[in-house]
């Protein structure tokens, strides 16, 4: 199958590939980029665990072709923290236990700060209707609920620079 | 010395050891997007392997077509049974102790068999490649219920089985009969219930459904040619297990043999089974020399890999007219699927589903289940529970609240006159379980108190009078005995492996650790919790030991992670390891501090010389030592390794609450509200056992709410992907209270009894009791799972109290 030529700056750095048009974005990152935070867990835009930002919106990116990311700023977990200081997200799920196997995380990691960035002061069913797209099985979200909460309150006592 | 002494409790608490809410060590890398899961594993010069599936139910395979897939460029191979057949592997042992097809040996028996792999450079060329293969069919009538396959002119499944009049437990009567499986006495129950005055039955279905871990399954398999070693990466719990069977089958020796399950994303029995996609790319890493990748997708995940439940029940109970229970009798027709590939104890062919007296003093019970073969996939893993304790805990307490309903007794009223009391501990069960302790008069009276149940129960009483309430009540209460830790090897073997479990600590020359176990995590958070039981019994910090699971060339062999076994059986392990090392440490400690060791005492993470608290010496300074310059006769080093026979199950339990509003116009449920007291003995690490219990409950939630595997006449399974199989998101699930008692095990080394599937088995009944709870007034005693707003709302129909 013929290839196609994009660049898409992924966690702050151009890349340039030639992929085929077929290519999903989350195969992109995964084995082209060797970017493997981000998981499969049903590629039917169902599970939420291929959740990544492009251009500051949430992606299920096993739905997204990585030709229509010709151009864009991708970031994925991998990209979340910041030289080395975790994202106030990352932080609240360590804190408050929001993680057991772990598969579902970086997705929700990556829904949850794009979600505070469109709603920073949410009520706890807001919360739950922000994040409802990503699906996690081990959990039971309520310590995901807190995550976000704690680091809804980090953020807004210390806003982003 | 003259320093001051850091007080005992503070260096208790700088351990971190049992009973700390410890923050997880494994989380650094799964919030960092660096966990390494069986997809993320890459090696040089790996393939991709793509499965052709049957898309019928039950049919001959006329012809099978390569030539358009391997014109294909980037596939390396195609493989059928045929291919298989010369290395003997088309078919395999299952661990029930039938044989499964690998590939579909001129028959396929359920709608998505594998019937052909291929295998290619990359994912999206095997893709290709698996749609290229033709497949022509004939097509055979479909079985799809497990009564109609045993009638007498039922179409025969299982040709392989022909004239084999006895499987493996015991005699077949049909040709679609796999087993009939007895426990308990047959003539005292008859006789309990000849003499009783009370007598109920209920017929109930516990419909099939699916574990579906996020992660679904597969592996890299890399065969080395040049040293004759296979390295397997797998979605495994049980990875000893898997090299054991990968060697039997590949003719590989054991010691050529590498598993390895990396971080796993979630099991919930899923992946304890071995498939035949594992196998298969096994054979092709070996035919091919190179290393192939091997991971299903969801809807391969949901109709393939695993079912579980399944049971069609009829339950009985005996009582006298005040509601205490005399008898009990169980009958079960169980759906195997195709294949008898059920995970249980060899000798358990209905698993440990003779627990089914629960919580309960009967007297005299028996059940029996009969296993049946039908057109669908094969599996009967235990999802999230020991053994098939789920579906025995949902008999017993849906036949309590059937009594309780006859008798118009109230429902904790009843389950207070029947329990076990205290002091009958421990006790032995009309089928022979010993349970080891319980206390549950105590625990029911706190979930009572907690949800004040004399004022919910009178506010359903009115909402009920009011003929214009626009909703009904229900209220489940359940209470629920498990049995995990299998176990005792007396008892329970795979393939003929006894289920003990192990564990390796070396302590190094400065102080630090490093642990091993038969098990693997999956999420349950082992590499904090294990690390805290060697933190309280040798006083060393938790940060400072080392945790790894799940390479059989590192860790010692041990059944792996299922049916609650790894706090009970592993977890047991680590103590006594942890104590052969304490007790050479003592030797040392005594030799450096020049006194004999029963003059020592133990205190925290230091032997001190009794009277003088300025003389001691810490573990580390023992380590130092034990390296450095050990007593003459002592062999340098500290390091101890045990494997653990547990001499007994453990008998974790609770009691569960629920109240729920059903909307009698569209039939839908709101869980208002859900209490859960868990007893799991000696707690560890409060903070996970908290999120396990969240986590079981949510899966109980989905099971009793929305979880089934429909299958139409044909044979198609009506529901496999996330769109149709109900998997709750934050919105649908409920908020959850946890509340707890303290009744350790006696037997267990720290007391401790397991805990993760406890609220999968309790919450399910809890969830049904609630919604049938709510019809209880119009004289209904059951009602089938799930409860979706359409099927609640039929019943409201069917009982006149729509609106
Ligand atoms: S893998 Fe993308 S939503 Fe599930
Ligand atoms: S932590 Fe396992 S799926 Fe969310």
Known sequence: ?161 | MSAVIQPADEREASLAGIGVSRLRKEDARFIQGKGNYVDDIKLPGMLHMDIVRSPIAHGRIKRINKEAALAIPGVHAVLTADDLKPLKLHWMPTLAGDVAAVLADEKVHFQMQEVAIVIADDRYIAADAAEAVEVEYEELPVVIDPYDALLPDAPVLREDLAGKTSGAHGPREHHNHIFTWDAGDLAAADAAFAAAPIKVEQHMHYPRVHPCPLETCGCVASFDPIRGELTTYITSQAPHVVRTVVSMLSGVPESKVRIVSPDIGGGFGNKVGIYPGYVCAIVASIVLGRPVKWIEDRIENISSTAFARDYHMDGQLAATEDGKILGLKVNVVADHGAFDACADPTKFPAGLFHICSGSYDIAAAHCSVKGVYTNKAPGGVAYRCSFRVTEAVYLIERMVDVLAQRLNIDKAEIRRRNFIRKEQFPYTSAFGFEYDSGDYHPALEKVLDAVDYPALRAEQAARRADPNSPTLMGIGLVSFTEIVGAGPSKMCDILGVGMFDSCEIRIHPTGSAIARMGTITQGQGHQTTYAQIIATELGIPSEVIQVEEGDTSTAPYGLGTYGSRSTPVAGAAIAMAARKIHAKARKIAAHMLEVSESDLDWEVDRFKVRGDDSKFKTMADVAWQAYHQPPAGLEPGLEAVHYYDPPNFTFPFGIYLCVVDIDRATGETKIRRFYALDDCGTRINPMIIEGQIHGGLTEGFAVAMGQQMPFDAQGNLLGNTLMDYFLPTAVETPKWETDYTVTPSPHHPIGAKGVAESPHVGSIPTFNAAVVDAFAHVGVTHLDMPHTAFRVWQALKAHNLAI
């Open chain 1, 1 to 161: 199958m013929a290839k196609k030529l994009i660049s898409v700056t992924v966690n702050g750095k151009l890349e340039e590939r030639a992929v085929e048009p077929r290519t999903l974005l989350i195969h992109f990152l995964r084995e082209e980029l060797n970017l493997t935070g981000a998981h499969i867990g049903c590629e039917t835009s169902h599970c939420g665990a291929c959740t990544v930002d492009v251009d500051g919106v949430s992606v299920k990116s096993c739905t997204h072709l990585a030709v229509q990311c010709d151009g864009a700023h991708v970031t994925t977990v991998e990209g979340l923290a910041n030289k080395g200081v975790l994202h106030a997200v990352q932080e609240g799920f360590y804190k408050e236990h929001g993680l057991q196997c772990g598969f579902c995380t970086p997705g929700m990691l990556m829904r949850a700060s794009n979600f505070l960035k469109e709603n920073p002061n949410p009520s706890e069913d807001e919360i739950r209707m922000g994040m409802s797209g990503n699906l996690c099985r081990c959990t039971g979200y309520q310590n995901i609920v807190k995550a976000v909460q704690y680091a809804a309150r980090k953020l807004q006592e210390a806003p982003a620079a």
